[in-house]
C-alpha cells in the first residue's frame, strides 16, 4: 500500500508504508508496545499492564519478559487513581543517558485521569524512581491525559503530546531537567468533533516534516476491534496537521495508515523506533482468533 501525502505545493512529501504480513513474533505482548534501544544494543519493550511488563529482545523479534517496571506495584497515587487495574499505554524515551517513562492511570469510562513520570539509569525492571504527577484531567477538560509521550525535536526541544479516547490530542513544552510541563498553554493538534475515538498519539520528526501518529475507534475487542492507525503531517510542530488531501487533523481529517486487513485485527497502539536498518512501527492486533493483543513491527518506508 502506498500513501502519498503532499504537502505544501513546493515539497511534496511522500510517506511510503509497506506492511507485508507482519510476523507472529514469539511472544504475546501486552497493548501499546514502546520500544527503546539500550547502547549495548538490546531493546527494552514496554507495554500497558498493571505494573508495567517489561520485555527484552537482542533480535526485535524473540522477546523475553524481564519483569515489571514496578516490581512492587505502581506508585500509590497513579494506581488508586486507576482502582488498582492496569497502568496504560507505558511510553519509554533514552534521552542523554537517563531512561524516562512516562504512563498514564485513569477511572475507567471517565475523564479522571493522569499521567506520570518516573525515570531510570538502566530501563530495567525495579530501576525507576517515580517522579510524580506530570499532568491530569477532570470532566469536563478539553482532554482526557492518557497516552502521553515524549517528542524530543531536531534542535532537542522537548514536548509531551497526549490524550484523548474521546476530546483530541494535545501537546505541551517539556522542562527538560525536571521532565514535567513548563506551562499549561497546550496545543490542539488533532481532533474528532463529534464523532469517535482519537488516542495514541506519536510525534516523528524527519526532514523538516512533522509527522503525528494516532490510533482511532475501538481497541482490545479481539477480532472485534476497529483500531486503526491514521497519520497526518505538519511543517510546524505545532500544526495545523493535514491529511493526504490538505484537510485539517483538528477537523477529523487524518490519512489511513494501516486497518485492519486478512487476519490482521484492530492495529493500533502505534510508536516508533529509530533503527539503524530504519524507523520501525510497533504496535499491536489481533491475530486470527486470538483475542490476546500480539507485537507487531513493520519497517517505515518515507
Ligand atoms: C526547536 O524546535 C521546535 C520544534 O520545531 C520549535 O518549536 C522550537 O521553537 C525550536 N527552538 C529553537 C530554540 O529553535
Redesign the pocket.
Known amino acids: 500500500m502506498l500513501l502519498s501525502l503532499p504537502l505544501l505545493a513546493c515539497a511534496a512529501v511522500r510517506l511510503a508504508l509497506a506492511f507485508p504480513q507482519p510476523a507472529k513474533l514469539t511472544k504475546d505482548i501486552e497493548h501499546d508496545p514502546s520500544v527503546v534501544k539500550t547502547p549495548d544494543g538490546t531493546y527494552i519493550l514496554v507495554g500497558t499492564g498493571k505494573a508495567i511488563p517489561t520485555f527484552a529482545s537482542t533480535d526485535r523479534l524473540s522477546w523475553t519478559k524481564v519483569g515489571d517496571a514496578f516490581p512492587d506495584g505502581a506508585p500509590e497515587a497513579a494506581l488508586a487513581l486507576a482502582g488498582n487495574k492496569d497502568v496504560w499505554a507505558p511510553d519509554i524515551s533514552f534521552v542523554n543517558d537517563i531512561y524516562i517513562l512516562y504512563y498514564s492511570t485513569s477511572t475507567f469510562g471517565t475523564q479522571k485521569s493522569a499521567i506520570w513520570l518516573a525515570t531510570s539509569p538502566t530501563g530495567l525492571p525495579g530501576s525507576w524512581t517515580d517522579k510524580d504527577k506530570v499532568l491530569e484531567s477532570k470532566e469536563g477538560d478539553p482532554y482526557n491525559a492518557i497516552d502521553a509521550h515524549l517528542f524530543v ?3 532537542g ?1 522537548r514536548h509531551l503530546v497526549w490524550g484523548s479516547y474521546w476530546s483530541g490530542i494535545f501537546l505541551g513544552n517539556v522542562d527538560a531537567k525536571t521532565g514535567l510541563l513548563t506551562s499549561d498553554e497546550f496545543v490542539n493538534l488533532a481532533a474528532r468533533p463529534g464523532a469517535g475515538v482519537i488516542e495514541a498519539p506519536w510525534l516523528y520528526e524527519r526532514d523538516g516534516v512533522f509527522y503525528l501518529f494516532t490510533s482511532w475507534d475501538q481497541c482490545c475487542e479481539g477480532t472485534k476491534s476497529t483500531y486503526h492507525m491514521r497519520v497526518a503531517t505538519s511543517r ?3 500544526g495545523p496537521y493535514l491529511d493526504s488531501h490538505g484537510k485539517a487533523a483538528l477537523e477529523g481529517h487524518m490519512t489511513l495508515l494501516m486497518d485492519s486487513h486478512d487476519d490482521v485485527y484492530g492495529p493500533g497502539g502505534q510508536s516508533l523506533l529509530d533503527d539503524d536498518d530504519g524507523v520501525l512501527l510497533v504496535y499491536h492486533r489481533y491475530f486470527g482468533t486470538g483475542s490476546t493483543g500480539l507485537l507487531s513491527l513493520n519497517v517505515l518506508d518515507f
Open positions: 525535536s531536531s534542535n526541544s510546524s510542530l505545532v
